[in-house]
Every structure is written in structure tokens, then in C-alpha cells.
């Protein structure tokens, strides 16, 4: 049971403009959502991460929306840069739980 | 580096072999887990520790695959009598609270 949808799987954007990553959970029980950003060949990185007291978090060009009616969650990168081509991966779990449940990644692809 | 280190980084094997991967965490973090992944794909848990328990397995972790944390520091991951569908690359994480950090993986190909 896939429990973090990911869509899209694929996105293309020029220099500069916005990219926009969505997810959506299942498990209410969750109540940490991070994104991870991946390199070719290289382990996922944290990038930034959101609780759910919060609708929004910035961290410089990222943005994290949350919206927990909808069980949705958004990553939205400002001023794209072709140093931000990656594979996206957003992920949630629950305080003091074991694991990240993934979802199946969004691959980035920015042209100048 | 104060990061989650892991050896070796890639390993060729032949189908039938053991292989054996070390996790050093990040210090200090008394989390760690070990992540598969394969080309296109999220990551899948495979196991978690808090310091040198094993306290979680997942059903992807069959009775080839055991993993060590004797100590509560450095990690072993061993696959025995390796099969072609065991390629992946093989993900350390350590974490203290909620924040898991991933060192670079450890590619397996299974020939």
C-alpha cells in the first residue's frame, strides 16, 4: 500500500521559473513531511521539512506548503537553476516512529 | 566529514557470493536505519536500530539479509548467497530525533 502519492513523476522548467512538486498522504497519523533532493548516483539530501502546526516554510529558494484538510504537502522552488536538476523525493512518518514512507520521486530537469 | 559514511561504495559481486557493508553514523545519533533503492525508485526501509537494538524489520528484509549494530555505533549489512534481483544500492541513515541524514549509498551489482 503506497501511503505518499507523487506526481508528477517527470517535470521540465526553464532557468528561473517555478517548480512545483505535489504529494498527497493517506496515514493521518503522520506528522513529519521532508523532502529529500537525490544527485545521480549520490544518497538523498535533506532539504527542507514541515510539522503540521505550520501551512508554510520557507528555507531560501524553497518553499514548503502544507495543507492537512486535503492531506496535501507542495514543495515549490523559486528562480529555478540548472544546479537544482535532481530527483525530488517527498517522504513522511510520525513522531518517534521507525521509518520514511516515500513517495516515488520527481525528476527535475532545468534548462537555461 | 561528520557525515553517514558508508564502505565500500560500489561492490561487484557474482550471484551466490556474501557481501557485507559498513555504516558509520553520524556520531552521536542513536538511529539507524538501512534504506534499499533501486533505478527509479523511492527508498524502501529495510531495517532500524536504536543504539544496538534491532527494534523494526521489513518484510523486504528476507532471512538472507542480516544486519548487525553491536555496539550502537558502526553498522553491518550482509547479504548471503547473493541474487541477480539483490543489484540495488543499499542506504545508511542516522538520525537523533526525526531528521534522518542518508550518507551515499553502497551500489551492489549482482552478476
Known amino acids: 500500500q503506497q501511503q505518499v502519492k507523487q506526481s508528477p513523476q517527470s517535470l521540465i522548467v526553464q532557468k528561473g521559473g517555478i517548480s512545483i512538486i505535489n504529494c498527497a498522504y493517506e496515514?493521518?497519523?503522520?506528522?513529519?513531511f521532508p523532502w529529500y533532493q537525490q544527485f545521480p548516483g549520490k544518497g538523498p539530501a535533506l532539504l527542507i521539512a514541515i510539522r503540521p502546526d505550520v501551512s508554510e516554510k520557507k528555507e531560501g529558494r524553497f518553499t514548503i506548503s502544507f495543507n492537512k484538510s486535503a492531506k496535501q504537502f507542495s514543495l515549490h522552488i523559486m528562480d529555478s537553476q540548472p544546479g537544482d536538476s535532481a530527483t525530488y523525493f517527498c517522504a513522511a512518518t510520525r513522531a518517534g516512529a521507525s521509518k520514511l514512507t516515500f513517495g516515488t520521486g520527481t525528476r527535475l530537469q532545468v534548462t537555461l | 566529514d561528520t557525515g553517514v559514511s558508508q564502505d565500500p561504495r560500489h561492490k561487484i559481486t557474482k550471484r551466490g557470493q556474501n557481501v557485507t557493508f559498513r555504516c558509520d553514523p553520524i556520531?552521536?545519533?542513536?538511529?539507524l536505519y538501512w534504506y534499499r533503492q533501486t533505478l527509479g525508485q523511492g527508498p524502501e526501509f529495510l531495517t532500524y536500530?536504536?543504539?544496538?537494538?534491532?527494534?523494526?524489520k521489513s518484510r523486504l528484509l528476507s532471512d538472507r539479509f542480516s544486519a548487525e549494530r553491536p555496539k550502537g555505533s558502526f553498522s553491518t549489512l550482509e547479504i548471503q548467497r547473493t541474487e541477480q534481483g539483490d543489484s540495488a544500492m543499499y542506504l545508511c541513515?542516522?538520525?537523533?530525533?526525526?531528521?534522518?541524514?542518508f550518507g551515499e549509498g553502497s551500489w551492489l551489482t549482482v552478476v
Open positions: 541513515a542516522s538520525s537523533l530525533d526525526n531528521t534522518i541524514y
Open positions: 536500530f536504536q543504539n544496538e537494538a534491532q527494534l523494526e
Open positions: 496515514n493521518t497519523a503522520f506528522d513529519y
Open positions: 556520531s552521536e545519533h542513536n538511529r
